[in-house]
């Protein structure tokens, strides 16, 4: 029964991740969620009460036998189980402080979810490797990706710099083709930045 609850946790993650989950559903949804585990908890022990009172009156009856009241009580006792360690998982989650980079927040609620799960979860090891790689590699792309952004950044100073020292030639110049080119070059600029939303 553990390792079917851990392989549907598992997949579950697994499918969120894969199906872009992380833009759809935030961190702190899941936050918010893991919030009102408690809620639900209380509700399914209304559910195992009511259960466990409906067995027996139906075995006081004599309409099930004492094996079905077996089976609901033993039913119960996985259900408490479960519920500890789900409690344990959702103040995990409830405490990881979120950055606003979704993408590390879901990695970090998950790399928490996974470490205080080390009880009852034969996989901690791991999948808390794959979440170090995973989270290394992000980090990687993303100091490429900045490095790539400066890069371009850089060109663009470069291009406007040369831009600028061009116009303040033309300005000076007394040549009426260098004056018209002048007017036709801050009007396509002016034209660029209104159409990027730059002021």
Not at 10 to 34: R, S, Y
Request: with cysteine; glycine share 6%.
């Amino acid at each position: 029964m553990k390792r079917a609850i851990i392989k549907i946790v598992l997949c579950a993650v697994l499918a969120m991740f894969v199906t872009g989950c992380e833009e759809t559903f935030t961190p702190a949804q899941i936050q918010v969620l893991a919030a009102q585990q408690e809620v639900l908890q209380q509700q399914i022990e209304t559910v195992q009460a009511a259960a466990t009172q409906m067995t027996e009156d139906l075995a006081t009856a004599e309409i099930v036998d004492a094996g079905t009241v077996a089976k609901v009580a033993k039913i119960n006792e996985e259900a408490d189980r479960v519920q500890v360690q789900i409690d344990v998982i959702a103040r995990a989650l409830q405490d990881v402080p979120l950055t606003g980079d979704a993408t590390q927040d879901f990695i970090t609620q998950l790399q928490a979810a996974n470490a205080v799960s080390s009880g009852f979860n034969p996989y901690v090891v791991p999948v808390g490797a794959g979440l170090s790689i995973l989270s290394i590699f992000l980090a990687w792309v993303a100091k490429r990706s900045a490095v790539e952004a400066a890069a371009a950044q850089a060109k663009y100073q470069a291009h406007k710099a040369g831009v600028e020292k061009t116009m303040k030639q033309v300005s000076v110049s007394h040549v009426a083709e260098a004056k018209e080119l002048e007017v036709l070059l801050y009007n396509n600029i002016g034209k660029a930045r209104a159409g990027l939303g730059v002021s």
